[in-house]
């Protein structure tokens, strides 16, 4: 028996989904049939548009979702995006099932005045610049019709706010302050490196509304911050002085213990000197970012967590100076017309991976990755998360209730019969061999390539011979 399944997504929650289905298609007598669509000309979603360059070993996760896009039964239709060059009912009548994939597309905003002057970014905006999104501009870091900003704030900014204590905003503390010698070891786009070049940046402010305890770090990146060359990290021991509910924290969770710890040692340490410094400020919430026609610094309180456990701001406001702030408080899921959406919390509303729709569960509608959590959780989440998804699509067919009847070859002659050109596997590994080509020729293990041109002239080049 046929099972043909559409995922609508190529980061790692589709691909751990696809690799889920075809396992269990050997184990049974289910022909699965896999079709991975991806709005983007290459696969891999933030695993290559969010991942930070200079974490090279992660980035390499792509190696093991490439094995699965490649298996046998599974094809990738990049360059397909679902909504815009077909739609939902379109995608749902040529499979037997669909399952969402396609993350959280957008970024959290937070509410504050003059959060859109000229100098304030969005983190997901500094993250696709740098990793060479082909949305973005990698001259100017402009998408199409929007404003250039990356190089200009970058080469002028001297002091840096960056707001929200998670790992992305140490993704993006590390490229305002890493060498540029070590960055050149990245695979970051040519024109992103030389952009970084004549960055002017000295000191970053990281916000974080709660204490030490309550960061969304995790460990071994928090200590990475410490072992960066010519950086000192400025925090106010005080604020490692915990509160009763700070000390509960640090009994029940290891993580906030370990990170506590981490910048305990860091408190000892002599400072002064370096290039760079990167100061933590706990209990320091933003009330709005200073600025008339750009911005020039951000108004910010000390914050306490009140009785019902909401972040209150407690004193007076004072202004940290900055010509740059980052906004790194969260993504955020996009609706999808046709498919429902809980406004509320930015996801898809599901149990155990199946749809809910006008409050029933959707025949052949299932949802996996930060679409369907929401977006936290590193890399690996998304396999146990894919994998639940794929055990209640396959428990449908076996009960019944999800019978299969599509056929194999509907969804490549949809595509075609709207005049589309997907990019499959074999011209990513055209794009992959070219971004090889070009980092080499400049001694750097890759370069990506970050114009969408670039991509689709090397999806086309033929090997030689
Ligand atoms: C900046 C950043 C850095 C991170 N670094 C790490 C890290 O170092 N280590 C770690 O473990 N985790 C990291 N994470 C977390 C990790 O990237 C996520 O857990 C994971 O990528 C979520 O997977 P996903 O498949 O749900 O979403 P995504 O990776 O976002 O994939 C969604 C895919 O859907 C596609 N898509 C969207 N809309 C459509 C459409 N309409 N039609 C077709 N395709 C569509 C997108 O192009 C994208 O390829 C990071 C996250 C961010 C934001
Ligand atoms: N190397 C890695 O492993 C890596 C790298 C990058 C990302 N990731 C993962 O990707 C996921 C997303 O990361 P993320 O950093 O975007 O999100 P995150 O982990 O949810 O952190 C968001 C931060 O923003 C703060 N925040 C939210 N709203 C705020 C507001 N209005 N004002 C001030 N601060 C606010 C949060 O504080 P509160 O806690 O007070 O809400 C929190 O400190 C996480 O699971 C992360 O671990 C992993």
């Known amino acids: 028996m046929h099972l043909v399944v559409a995922v609508v997504g190529a980061g790692p929650s589709g691909v751990y989904a696809a690799e889920a289905l075809t396992r269990r298609s050997r184990s049974e007598d ?35 979702l490439e094995r699965t896009l490649d298996a046998a039964g599974v094809t990738f239709y990049g360059d397909v995006q679902v909504g815009r060059d077909l739609s939902v009912e379109e995608l749902r009548a040529s499979v037997d099932a669909v399952v969402y994939a396609y993350g959280a597309g957008s970024d959290r905003r937070l509410g504050i005045p003059g959060e859109d002057l000229p100098g304030s970014v969005a983190a997901p905006e500094l993250v696709t610049w740098y990793t060479g999104h082909p949305d973005v501009h990698p001259d100017d870091g402009s998408a199409a019709a929007g404003h250039p900003w990356v190089p200009g704030l970058l080469s002028t900014a001297r002091e840096v706010v960056v707001v929200g204590a998670g790992n992305v905003a140490l993704d993006v503390v590390r490229v305002l302050v890493r060498g540029v010698d070590e960055l050149a070891a990245t695979d970051m786009p040519d024109e992103v490196l030389a952009a970084l070049g004549s960055r002017t940046v000295t000191d970053v402010h990281v916000l974080a509304r709660r204490g030490p305890a309550y960061t969304a770090f995790t460990t071994k990146e928090l200590r990475e911050l410490g072992e960066l060359d010519d950086l000192d990290v400025v925090l106010d ?6 509160d009763e509910s700070s000390r509960l924290v640090a009994e029940t969770d290891r993580v906030a213990a370990r990170n506590l710890a981490v910048m305990a040692e860091w408190a000892q340490r002599p400072t002064g000197g370096a290039r760079h410094r990167v100061h933590l400020h706990f209990w320091t919430s933003p009330l709005g970012v200073a600025g008339t026609d750009r911005v020039e610094g951000v108004q910010v309180t000390r914050s306490a967590i009140d009785a019902e456990g909401l972040v209150r701001p407690v004193g007076d406001a004072w202004t940290i100076p900055a010509q740059l702030v980052v906004r790194a408080v969260g993504y955020r899921g996009l609706r999808l017309a046709g498919v429902p959406y809980d406004e509320r919390t930015g996801r898809i509303p599901h149990s155990e991976g199946r749809v809910i729709r006008d409050g029933a569960f959707s025949t052949g509608e299932y949802v996996t990755g930060w679409i369907k959590r929401g977006p936290t959780g590193v890399i690996g989440t998304n396999r146990s998360d894919a994998v639940e998804t794929v055990a209640s699509l396959l428990d449908d067919v076996e009960v019944g209730t999800l019978q299969p009847s599509a056929s194999p070859e509907a969804l490549s002659g949809l595509l075609a019969g709207r005049g589309l050109h997907p990019l499959g596997m074999p011209e990513w590994h ?10 080499q020729e400049h001694g750097r293990p890759r370069t990506t390539l970050a114009h969408r041109g670039e991509l689709l002239a090397a999806a086309d080049e033929q090997p030689p011979g």
Do not use: M, Q
Not at 430 to 439: L, S, T, W, Y
């Open 430 to 439: 055209r794009i992959d061999a070219a971004e090889i080509a070009r980092g």
């Open 30 to 64: 289910l022909d699965v049939r896999v079709a991975v669509l991806d709005r983007l000309p290459v696969p891999f979603g933030l695993v290559r548009y969010g991942v930070a360059p200079d974490h090279p070993s992660i980035r390499s996760i792509r190696g093991t």
């Open 237 to 242: 021991p005080a604020d490692l002085v915990l």
